[in-house]
């Protein structure tokens, strides 16, 4: 299974409201990212979990909101958006660097197309 | 600083014909480049992943070639086809974080009947 699944496909909320956004890997990948991308560009780093501990915070706005409860999942928790935030929202995964493998592929999920109003 | 540029921004081809994507690449140290597709609103799906020692790798009627020499990159499409029609988008790994990628800006392929 080379799968990573999101949950939701789409999601239109209002500056105040509380949502996540969800992602899930059963590869047994223990490095996993959120990465934000705007239209016709390529996407953004946000964040990087390695072993369910947050490794990289690209200065990413508070108001976004990373959690790992395990090694298969992960959330991203959005509160008081902007209009701006509206994006596609991809998770990946991949094994982790710190094995030392030569190379490691980072397979992205299908994305979260979200719209802020 | 570490930057991925690819040529030409978009192109439109007739289906059954073949076209070449070109990257440059300033990633160092240099660790693997990937090609991927990603159609309008999805995820990017890998095509191809080649380390410093591969100078060419296949996926189907997709062929990459590396030359790390002079830090290029070519992504070719043989008999493209209809679903062919996508942004390719190629990303580097390397540089000061084994985490980070840096990608190119993409390049759109429209095919047409």
């Known amino acids: 299974d080379t799968e990573v699944t999101q949950t939701p496909k789409h999601l239109v909320m209002g500056m105040t409201n509380k949502k996540s956004l969800k992602c899930e890997q059963h590869?047994?990948?223990?490095?996993m990212y959120w990465y934000k991308q705007k239209a016709k560009k390529p996407p953004e780093l946000m964040f990087v979990?390695?072993?369910?501990?947050?490794?990289i915070n690209e200065s990413v706005p508070s108001r976004f909101s990373p959690e790992c409860p395990n090694s298969s999942l992960l959330n991203l928790h959005l509160h008081a958006l902007q209009p701006e935030d509206s994006a596609l929202y991809l998770c990946?995964?991949?094994?982790?660097?710190?094995?030392?493998?030569?190379?490691?592929?980072?397979?992205f999920g299908p994305g979260t197309r979200l719209t802020v109003t | 600083k570490n930057q991925v540029e690819q040529s030409p921004q978009s192109l439109i081809i007739l289906e059954g014909k073949n076209c070449t994507l070109q990257?440059?690449?300033?990633?160092?140290?240099?660790?693997?480049l990937r090609w991927y597709k990603q159609d309008t609103g999805r995820g990017p799906v890998s095509l191809t992943i080649?380390?410093?020692?591969?100078n060419t790798k296949s996926n189907g009627r997709y062929t990459a070639t590396l030359d790390a020499d002079t830090k290029q990159s070519s992504l070719h499409i043989t008999a493209s086809q209809l679903s062919d029609s996508a942004s390719y988008i190629c990303?580097?790994?390397?540089?000061?974080?084994?985490?980070?990628?840096?990608f190119g800006a993409g390049t759109t392929v429209t095919v047409r009947a």
């Open positions: 990946a995964s991949s094994q982790s660097p710190a094995t030392g493998a030569p190379s490691y592929e980072q397979y």
């Open positions: 080649m380390t410093f020692s591969e």
């Open positions: 979990y390695s072993y369910e501990k947050l490794s």
């Open positions: 590869m047994g990948h223990r490095a």
């Open positions: 990257c440059n690449y300033t990633v160092s140290p240099f660790s693997n």
């Open positions: 990303v580097v790994s390397g540089g000061s974080n084994d985490y980070k990628l840096s």
